[in-house]
């Protein structure tokens, strides 16, 4: 069992930056492949970006050039740093792991309860 707690969401003006934490119980997390999602209001939730048990990113085009992913297995916790942020960018951000590295949220086992992220024009 994995339980995943994401912090650092909150209200940030056009251009600016946040850094999201995941930090995650269990002693198998450098296993697993970690992933944040998104999810705005009326929409589906969206791969953002992930990284393999190695430590490999993949970025959705929307994340490229703005979004960084990153872990450190000692401290149990993945990061999101999010760059340049625009206002379709928000929506409530999610941490997933899993076994397989994947854009699809069915193919994670296990998620957070999301926080917040808000982009004001």
């Known amino acids: 069992q994995v339980q995943l707690v994401e912090s650092g969401g909150g209200l940030v003006q056009a251009g600016g930056s946040l850094r999201l934490s995941c930090a995650a119980s269990?002693?198998?997390?450098?296993?697993?492949?970690m992933a944040w999602f998104r999810q705005a209001p009326g929409k589906e939730r969206e791969f953002v970006i992930a990284?393999?048990?190695?430590?490999?990113?993949t970025y959705a085009d929307s994340a490229k050039g703005r979004f960084a992913i990153s872990r450190d297995n000692t401290k149990k916790t993945v990061y999101l740093q999010m760059n340049s942020l625009k206002p379709e960018d928000t929506a409530v951000y999610y941490c997933?792991?899993?076994?397989?590295?994947?854009?699809?949220?069915?193919?994670?086992?296990?998620w957070g309860q999301g926080t917040q992220v808000t982009v004001s024009s």
């Open positions: 990284i393999t048990w190695s430590g490999s990113p």
């Open positions: 997933a792991a899993g076994s397989l590295p994947s854009y699809h949220p069915s193919t994670y086992d296990y």
């Open positions: 269990g002693r198998t997390f450098s296993s697993y492949d």
